[in-house]
């Protein structure tokens, strides 16, 4: 009779997080990336455990963690070695059940590597492109984790953020991404990924922003091919690194992607109705009504499986000066001092002119 109630006991506690939907959350971890994969039968992969380079230390997502109650994994998926993005796997594993870790293999020169190849010492392997990953694998709706970038597909490069490992999350018809800070440009190093496996990605509803949103990732070509319903942008308060930065967020306002910040960052102002600064926000997947949730603080978005990106806002999101090297949003208060003879306006933003980033933030 114990035998079973310990049994009974242990097999509720490893299903503890399951509610039957298939879950992704995206963690507010500072200026560094993580997220969970819940599968509908309690399966739990995680993606990127990364410390926070501003307080320099892994207290959010470890806080996250303990809040969900999770005490093992069944996968990990490295996207590349920088600390942003591994440098919490030793804390974590350290009182997690070890799981099966794959990353791009090889090794990197840091300290924050050196830790964490020994925290995951016998545990590691490098999937190649089309290898597929099963959750919940004998139910009739299993969760897949397909890999479709690692160590830049065969192209030669030595830089960190191009070799990031992409995978696509597959649960009935819902299909999201996740691809570290993989590079959508050939400049200062980067070299272009994104553009080579768009195709082979296809239409997204959720993509969780490559590179914060950095300038050189989420090109043109990825978003015109993945155009995703919706975006997760990964961007710390007080980063150096002015994440999000305006050509990203203007590309994907494009694209018709409305996003969620896991906090407001550094870079360029949030537009209202595209863009929402959310803190962890949690996407819960439902096949029986064909919709996917988004939840953040006390607020739940409802989304259809496949219904693509949104049309264009009535509103342009905006304007200059035909005779100004400089571009402003529409509510920009510069914006009222434009001679309605010189003023144009528009959702994407024109060529040859730069952002002026010191417009008032948007209300
Ligand atoms: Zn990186
Ligand atoms: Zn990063």
């Keep these: 009779m114990r035998t079973i109630l310990l049994s009974l006991?242990?097999?509720?506690?490893?299903?503890?997080?399951?509610?039957?939907?298939?879950?992704?959350?995206f963690i507010d971890a500072g200026q560094g990336d993580a997220a969970i994969l819940i599968s509908p039968g309690g399966q739990v992969a995680a993606f990127d455990i990364g410390r926070d380079m501003v307080s320099q230390n892994c207290d959010k997502p470890l806080a996250y963690y303990n809040l969900l109650g999770i005490r093992q994994l069944?996968?990990?998926?490295?996207?590349?070695?920088?600390?942003?993005?591994?440098?919490?796997?030793?804390?974590?594993?350290?009182?997690?059940?070890?799981?099966?870790?794959?990353?791009r293999g090889q090794s990197y020169d840091s300290t924050y590597y050196t830790a964490y190849a020994a925290a995951?010492?016998?545990?590691?392997?490098?999937?190649?492109?089309?290898?597929?990953?099963?959750?919940?694998?004998?139910?009739?709706?299993?969760?897949?984790?397909?890999?479709?970038?690692?160590?830049?597909?065969?192209?030669?490069?030595?830089d960190e953020d191009s070799v990031s490992l992409s995978a696509r999350?597959?649960?009935?018809?819902?299909?999201?991404?996740?691809?570290?800070?993989?590079?959508?440009?050939?400049?200062?190093?980067?070299?272009?990924?994104?553009?080579?496996?768009?195709?082979?990605?296809?239409?997204?509803?959720?993509?969780k922003?490559?590179?914060h949103c950095s300038s050189s990732s989420s090109n043109t070509a990825w978003l015109t091919l993945t155009s995703p319903t919706i975006a997760i942008v990964s961007a710390g308060d007080g980063n150096t690194y002015g994440h999000p930065t305006a050509e990203c967020l203007a590309r994907l306002h494009s694209a018709g992607t409305r996003t969620y910040w896991t906090e407001l960052g550094a870079g360029a102002a949030p537009v209202p109705g595209w863009d929402t600064v959310a803190g962890t926000a949690v996407v819960t997947?439902?096949?029986?009504?064909?919709?996917?949730?988004?939840a953040y603080g006390t607020n739940t978005d409802v989304y259809s499986i496949g219904s693509g990106p949104a049309s264009a806002p009535a509103t342009p999101?905006?304007?200059?000066?035909?005779?100004?090297?400089?571009?402003?949003?529409?509510?920009?208060?510069?914006v009222k001092s434009i001679s309605p003879d010189n003023l144009q306006t528009g959702n994407v933003p024109p060529a040859g002119k730069t952002l002026h980033h010191d417009c008032p933030a948007p209300r």
Excluded at 285 to 294: G, W
Aim: aromatic share 10%; hydrophobic share 40%.
């Design 285 to 294: 997947v439902d096949l029986a009504t064909m919709q996917y949730a988004v």
């Design 169 to 207: 999350i597959g649960y009935g018809g819902f299909r999201a991404e996740i691809g570290g800070d993989l590079t959508g440009e050939n400049s200062d190093g980067y070299i272009d990924v994104e553009s080579g496996v768009a195709a082979a990605i296809g239409k997204l509803d959720v993509y």
């Design 74 to 103: 069944d996968y990990l998926f490295v996207s590349h070695y920088h600390e942003d993005h591994i440098g919490c796997v030793p804390n974590l594993l350290s009182w997690a059940r070890p799981p099966q870790v794959e990353d």
């Design 317 to 334: 999101t905006y304007a200059w000066s035909k005779h100004s090297n400089e571009y402003h949003y529409i509510d920009c208060n510069y």
């Design 120 to 158: 995951t010492l016998g545990k590691r392997a490098t999937p190649l492109v089309g290898d597929t990953f099963v959750l919940d694998a004998s139910s009739p709706n299993p969760v897949t984790i397909q890999v479709f970038a690692v160590n830049a597909n065969g192209a030669g490069t030595t």
């Design 209 to 211: 922003v490559h590179h």
């Design 9 to 25: 006991l242990l097999a509720a506690d490893l299903c503890a997080q399951a509610n039957g939907k298939l879950q992704l959350h």
